[in-house]
């Protein structure tokens, strides 16, 4: 398992890598404030607040759920302990996040910030990702795994993987197959001649839904492992690769390298 939840407690896993090159441009552009989406729980969103608090941004969240306030989860707490300023809209309006009408009208409201797209999901993001391989040693392995979710981490990995390597997405999501299509369209040649799957069995009813079966296996995990994993995505991906090794998916001597993207902050949704 290449072990991303350790780089930094809140600016976790992969979202430290979609932010990256987004934080170098925004510095580029003397842009003093960053402003981003999430919905409550939402890793980047503290990923954003945290990244920004150290390197001198003000940030701004746009939050989904109007009905919300800053301290209806432990992350939007986190996020405005880091001095993110938070504003909660109607789901109708967040559904306009990437609408220019809405756009403009966030870049007069707040003096033209920086603009990060949810999740950390646009080119800059990506080409974060395609340094996340860099951090493991390739030829061990003949198969690499990661959670998905509007899959840049796994287009980055696509992209960056060396050749003889097959490469398994975990959707997160439900009827996510629409993704195999968007991920497709956003290879350039080299990331055409990998080999690479999107999984879409393992979503345990949808984004954020858990079970009974998900919450038991990854307390079963950590009992064996002593690695925490994350209800959301990667305790989904870590069942599914369970479970293939068990239907016999993989060929007797793979070798399959996990990533560990972090979200660990959204377990404590667990205990509230
Ligand atoms: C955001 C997130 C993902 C999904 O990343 P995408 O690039 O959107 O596919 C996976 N794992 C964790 C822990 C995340 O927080």
């Excluded at 405005?80 to 309006?93: A, D, T």
């Excluded at 030829?139 to 960056?160: M, R």
């Excluded at 195999?180 to 956003?186: F, P, R, V, W």
Aim: glycine letters at 10%.
């Amino acid at each position: 398992m290449l072990r991303l939840d350790l780089l930094h407690d809140e600016i976790s896993g992969n979202k430290w890598f979609k932010l990256k090159y987004n934080l170098e441009q925004a510095q580029k552009e003397k842009k003093d404030t960053i402003l981003t989406f999430g919905g409550a729980w939402s890793n980047h969103i503290v990923a954003t607040a945290a990244a920004c608090d150290l390197l001198g941004f003000k940030s701004i969240g746009i939050i989904r759920g109007e009905e919300l306030n800053e301290d209806s989860s432990p992350s939007l707490i986190l996020a405005r302990g880091h001095n993110m300023q938070l504003y909660f809209v109607s789901r109708e309006l967040y559904g306009e996040k990437e609408d220019p009408g809405f756009i403009d009208y966030l870049n007069k409201e707040f003096y033209q910030p920086y603009i990060i797209p949810e999740g950390g999901n646009n080119d800059l993001g990506i080409k974060g990702c395609k340094e996340i391989l860099s951090f493991c040693e390739q030829e061990k392995y003949t198969h690499i795994c990661c959670a998905v979710g509007a899959g840049a981490t796994l287009t980055g990995l696509i992209e960056s993987a060396s050749m003889n390597l097959r490469l398994l997405g975990f959707s997160a999501l439900r009827n996510a197959d629409y993704l195999k299509n968007k991920i497709e369209k956003s290879l350039t040649g080299y990331g055409e001649n990998i080999s690479w799957k999107l999984i879409t069995d393992y979503h345990f009813g949808g984004f954020a839904k858990k079970t009974p079966e998900l919450l038991e296996f990854m307390r079963d995990f950590y009992e064996k492992n002593k690695i925490v994993l994350d209800f959301v995505y990667t305790a989904k991906m870590m069942f599914g690769i369970n479970d293939l090794i068990k239907k016999e998916y993989f060929s007797s001597g793979s070798r399959i390298l996990a990533i560990h993207t972090g979200g660990l902050q959204g377990n404590k949704s667990l205990t509230v």
